[in-house]
């Protein structure tokens, strides 16, 4: 029987890659990410994706795996990911996965029939939303889908025109083909929390490094060969808009601490639904070790459920 695969899981800038770089050094595991913006090859700083240098030897899968200019597939992403963990189990190695992209990670860990697609509905609503605009498009999905209606930001056209793509072709909702909490591969998930003024503060350190290390200089080289994907990934998309001459520096700075702030609100909304998920607190001095005993117990069987976490992020 292959082991447990670890999770850990959480909002932005909470330390997700520090625990599991530390918990793959301890289990002797591979790590696989779990982060959609990490998949693409170029977008480094952006993505807070650490160096070779920095993974210690570790290996890492499903980093720089796709073009700038390719779309992100949730399907591709778990064929691969799942490949990945499987040839890992029979090398004899654990896995760790990590990453902020809550539908990615259900998808390497759980059941999920992935919802059909079809290239000429999904292009009838990219039109429709051109000439019409995605609020009007917004509004027929809250209609049809209320969930998602209340999920889906209004100017999130992507995940609009998907949702509607979908309830075209299914005819349900498209919060009804959304992966229910069961594991297909078996897994022991850590989140990773934190109360809302620490976050913001390491949010704001975080932009503020990405600043120093360049992060201007490794958009305006990817501007122009971004698709539509990467080009509204957090961090980039405000520098674009800089680069644009819509703004100034200053404020692209200020947009993007802004716009991370609100991922992290997103994602906590989405791990925080989970009731599988055992929750640890980013700042406490004896993480790891706390996230190894987590482990431990759930090797040993001992594990017990998380129940209703406790809220700290946003309260």
């Known amino acids: 029987m292959s082991?447990?695969?670890?999770?850990?899981?959480?909002?932005?800038?909470?330390?997700?890659?520090?625990?599991?770089?530390?918990?793959?050094?301890?289990?002797?595991?591979?790590?696989?990410?779990?982060?959609?913006?990490?998949?693409?090859?170029?977008?480094?700083?952006?993505?807070?994706?650490?160096?070779?240098?920095?993974?210690?030897?570790?290996?890492?899968?499903?980093?720089?795996?796709?073009?700038?200019?390719?779309?992100?597939?949730?399907?591709?992403?778990?064929?691969?990911?799942?490949?990945?963990?499987?040839?890992?189990?029979?090398?004899?190695?654990?896995?760790?996965?990590?990453?902020?992209?809550?539908?990615?990670?259900?998808?390497?860990?759980d059941h999920l029939s992935m919802a059909p697609v079809d290239p000429e509905v999904r292009t009838a609503l990219e039109q429709r939303a051109e000439r019409e605009g995605p609020g009007v498009l917004h509004d027929e999905l809250a209609r049809l889908d209320p969930a998602a209606g209340r999920t889906i930001p209004r100017t999130n056209t992507r995940r609009i025109v998907r949702a509607l793509e979908v309830i075209t072709l299914t005819g349900r909702p498209w919060t009804a083909v959304l992966p229910e909490p069961s594991y297909e591969v078996p897994a022991v998930q850590i989140g990773l929390d934190s109360d809302r003024a620490a976050l913001d503060a390491r949010i704001a350190a975080r932009v503020e490094r990405m600043w120093q290390q360049g992060l201007v200089a490794e958009v305006s080289g990817l501007a122009g060969t971004l698709g539509r994907t990467a080009a509204r990934a957090v961090g980039y998309a405000q520098v674009l808009a800089m680069l644009a001459g819509e703004c100034s520096e200053e404020q692209a700075r200020t947009d993007v601490m802004a716009?991370?702030?609100?991922?992290?609100?997103?994602?906590?909304?989405?791990?925080?639904?989970?009731?599988?998920?055992?929750?640890?607190?980013?700042?406490?001095?004896?993480?790891?070790?706390?996230?190894?005993?987590?482990?431990?117990?759930?090797?040993?069987?001992?594990?017990?459920?998380?129940?209703?976490?406790?809220?700290?992020?946003?309260?």
């Open 259 to 315: 716009a991370t702030r609100r991922l992290a609100r997103k994602q906590m909304g989405w791990f925080g639904r989970d009731p599988r998920v055992h929750w640890l607190d980013s700042g406490r001095p004896d993480l790891l070790g706390a996230a190894l005993a987590i482990v431990e117990a759930a090797d040993a069987g001992t594990l017990v459920d998380p129940g209703t976490r406790r809220r700290t992020l946003g309260s």
């Open 3 to 109: 082991p447990l695969v670890v999770a850990v899981v959480g909002p932005t800038a909470t330390g997700k890659s520090d625990v599991a770089l530390g918990l793959a050094e301890r289990l002797g595991a591979e790590v696989v990410n779990a982060d959609a913006m990490q998949l693409y090859r170029g977008m480094d700083i952006g993505t807070a994706k650490l160096t070779p240098a920095e993974r210690r030897g570790i290996p890492h899968h499903q980093l720089d795996v796709l073009d700038v200019g390719q779309d992100a597939s949730v399907a591709a992403y778990q064929r691969d990911a799942r490949a990945d963990v499987d040839e890992a189990h029979a090398r004899g190695r654990r896995v760790v996965a990590v990453g902020g992209s809550g539908l990615y990670g259900r998808a390497l860990l």
